[in-house]
């Protein structure tokens, strides 16, 4: 059985493994084995029996569409054009959230994300960066049985 014990202690996993992927992400050279690696951060997380149960595969890809749309639209417009967008996700990720559709420790990683992304110098790399992760985050959650 999935005791509360086990729960608490998957849920600090997921949260430190969010934790520290922010802090790659928006390095100049993120450590990208470290995050992508079979074992690493992101399937830590996905890993968790918490994480799992807590996120269905549509609610992921609802807000992982809308990052490989503003994607796909940098190559043709402006990222002044596009920012709004990625904004957009903000409070729809908190409405997921409220709902009970993501955890909490996903709506934040991707509401801290969106605010990390714009405040920095080059908003476009941190942003394929973090497209990058989160398509990985999508592949593992599959992986593991996402439904």
Not at 46 to 65: A, E, M, N
Not at 102 to 117: G, R, T
């Amino acid at each position: 059985m999935y005791s509360n014990k086990n729960k608490k202690e998957e849920k600090e996993i997921v949260k430190r493994n969010f934790e520290e992927i922010k802090r790659e992400i928006v390095r100049e050279t993120p450590d990208w084995k470290r995050l992508l690696k079979d074992g690493g951060l992101i399937d830590q997380i996905t890993q968790t029996k918490y994480f799992h149960d807590s996120l269905k595969t549509t609610q992921l890809r609802k807000f992982f569409d809308v990052v490989k749309n503003i994607d796909y639209r940098l190559q043709r417009e402006s990222w002044e054009k596009l920012e709004p967008e990625l904004w957009q996700i903000v409070p729809a990720i908190k409405y997921a959230k409220g709902r009970n559709n993501v955890p909490e420790e996903f709506a934040d990683f991707v509401s801290k994300m969106v605010e990390k992304i714009t405040d920095s110098e080059d908003p476009k790399q941190i942003f394929l960066n973090f497209e990058r992760v989160f398509e990985s985050i999508v592949a593992y959650h599959k992986y593991h049985g996402g439904k």
